[in-house]
């Protein structure tokens, strides 16, 4: 029961903020995803990803673990994810970003938080920079043929994590006021990035959901197994193997939506996968945490 419940007290502000989400638009008020995304994206989300790393007490090794982990599982669920696209006759162009990438931000970083604390959003956020460096990358190639990691670089998360990861390195700490003033900003990064989460699931137009549901299970039961394994072959503590199978475990992400609707892949297929996979997430995140906990 006690089990229960502290699964119930993680998970229940993630969803419930997403519910939100999505009962604003469904009740008809305005929001406008593209300011807020921006505004997350440009500031609140690179201040709470540079102080979580320059406050964090992890030592280097255990980071380099963790990012050497993320690097394999994501190359591991690359290629598994092409391979079973290809194996099942499907456009490689729509349906293999999907399958490979997860929703690490609006969804991982916060169930990171409310798991683990402060330390879990630390690691989260390694899990995180390094997924976005290889969508924007490899991810955008697969959608459109071509990818840029000048932009990926230029991205202020990204830059954030390099910055966040040089203050660490040398034991640097910005000026109390500053850092007061960056967490301050950062704070509104994760209830941004749900609410934003359920406006867009809301706005969604899904297609094809038989298909995208035994899609979304595959990748769940594939993304899941490997990081587990992954985590478990470079033996890393409880903290960051919970936190690099939680976030390689996460449903489609909205960006998959987006960047398929911008480069001209089925946005409906993908769409499809975002509401069902979202949808599953909300009875098999709980599961998968009760077994990490």
């Not at 990358?137 to 459109?144: H, K, P, Q, R, Y």
């Amino acid at each position: 029961m006690n089990l229960i419940l502290t699964v119930l007290e993680i998970v229940a502000p993630v969803f419930l903020l997403a519910t939100i989400g999505f009962a604003w638009v469904k009740f008809g008020f305005e929001y406008r995803i593209q300011f807020v995304t921006q505004l997350a994206m440009t500031l609140s989300v690179p201040c709470l990803v540079f102080v979580a790393l320059m406050q964090t007490k992890i030592e280097p090794g255990a980071l380099t673990a963790l990012s050497l982990a993320t690097i394999a599982s994501y190359g591991i669920v690359t290629v598994v994810m092409i391979l079973l696209v290809f194996v099942l006759r499907l456009k490689q162009s729509t349906f293999s970003a999907p399958l490979i990438f997860g929703n690490t931000g609006n969804l991982g970083l916060p169930l990171a938080l409310f798991a683990f604390g402060d330390e879990g959003l630390s690691y989260a956020v390694i899990v995180f920079a390094i997924m976005f460096v290889w969508s924007f990358t490899f991810g955008i190639w697969l959608v459109a043929g071509s990818g840029s990691l000048g932009k990926v670089l230029r991205e202020p998360s990204v830059a954030a994590t390099l910055l966040g990861a040089l203050f660490l390195w040398q034991g640097w700490e910005t000026p109390l006021f500053l850092t007061n003033t960056l967490k301050l900003i950062g704070q509104m990064a994760i209830p941004l990035m749900l609410i934003t989460l359920g406006v867009a699931v809301a706005r969604l137009e899904s297609g094809g959901m038989a298909r995208a549901v035994f899609l979304s299970s595959l990748k769940l039961v594939i993304c899941t197994g490997i990081a587990w394994w992954v985590a478990d072959w470079f033996a890393l503590e409880p903290v960051a193997f919970g936190v690099l199978v939680l976030q390689v475990a996460t449903p489609v992400a909205v960006t998959s939506y987006m960047l398929a609707e911008k480069y001209g892949a089925d946005a409906q297929q993908v769409a499809g996968l975002v509401v069902a996979s979202t949808l599953m997430s909300v009875a098999a995140l709980p599961l998968l945490l009760a077994s990490l906990l």
